[in-house]
């Protein structure tokens, strides 16, 4: 499986983006799916994340009611929705998957073995 994320950029506070995930396997529609950020100097951090069928979604407590992770399994994307930006949201993003998340890990980053490269999101004030 192979990941390929887009879709960041610069945007004022307040603002909106949506970001894309493109995976490419034949069975990746299975997979549990997640983003991930990281600002300079802090660790990598769980954003939020959503099981094949959409059915389960789970998200960082400061991005509820403003991110909203969504998935196309028949164009195998995922989207990160994300409104009312803030300038704490900036970071690099990363999407990931995995074929099986043990419950309760799927905020940790070592819990995915697959992962694409990094989109910028800036947020000014």
């Known amino acids: 499986v192979q990941l390929q994320a887009s879709g960041g950029g610069l945007v004022q506070a307040g603002g909106s983006l949506r970001l894309s995930c493109v995976a490419s396997?034949?069975?990746?529609?299975?997979?549990?799916m997640a983003w991930f950020r990281q600002a300079p100097g802090k660790e990598r951090e769980f954003v939020a994340g959503i099981n094949w069928s959409g059915s389960i979604t789970n998200y960082l407590d400061s991005v509820k009611g403003r991110f909203t992770i969504s998935r196309d399994n028949a164009k195998n994307t995922r989207y990160l929705q994300m409104n009312s930006l803030k300038p704490e949201d900036t970071a690099v993003y990363f999407c990931?998957?995995?074929?099986?998340?043990?419950?309760?890990?799927?905020?940790?980053?070592?819990?995915?073995?697959?992962w694409g490269q990094g989109t910028q999101v800036t947020v000014s004030s």
């Open positions: 990931a998957a995995v074929r099986y998340v043990v419950g309760g890990t799927y905020h940790l980053a070592e819990s995915y073995d697959t």
């Open positions: 396997g034949r069975t990746v529609y299975t997979y549990f």
